[in-house]
């Protein structure tokens, strides 16, 4: 099991910037492929960034350019960088972590994660 815990929430007015952190602890080692989720009142979750093992990222398309993420290997840390942050990006921001492999927009997939953290909420306000 690997354990998650999701940090950097906040209110934020539309054009700021946010940086969410995701802590790992467990079998982190087991670990191939962490992604940053994103689900809005009444909408389905929605993969946001993903980076593997080897640092090879995955974004979707309305972040690209906006959004950074990054990891740190020696804090078994995974980051979500924010720029130019819209209301549309609110939502409750869930980190998730796989022991698959995964490729491309497959990354971005919900059903390939075993491991969830408990979310940390983002508000951007017009």
């Known amino acids: 099991q690997v354990q998650l815990v999701e940090s950097g929430g906040g209110s934020v007015q539309a054009g700021g910037s946010l940086r969410l952190s995701c802590a790992a602890s467990?079998?982190?080692?087991?670990?191939?492929?962490t992604a940053w989720f994103r689900q809005a009142p009444g909408k389905e979750r929605e993969g946001v960034a993903a980076?593997?093992?080897?640092?090879?990222?995955t974004y979707a398309d309305s972040v690209k350019g906006r959004f950074t993420i990054s990891r740190d290997n020696a804090k078994n840390t995974v980051y979500l960088q924010m720029n130019s942050l819209t209301f549309e990006d609110t939502a409750m921001y869930y980190c998730?972590?796989?022991?698959?492999?995964?490729?491309?927009?497959?990354?971005?997939?919900?059903?390939?994660?075993?491991?969830w953290g408990q979310g940390t909420q983002v508000t951007v306000s017009s």
């Open positions: 980076i593997d093992r080897d640092g090879s990222t």
């Open positions: 998730a972590a796989s022991v698959f492999r995964c490729r491309g927009n497959t990354c971005l997939q919900s059903t390939r994660y075993q491991n």
């Open positions: 467990g079998y982190t080692y087991r670990v191939d492929c």
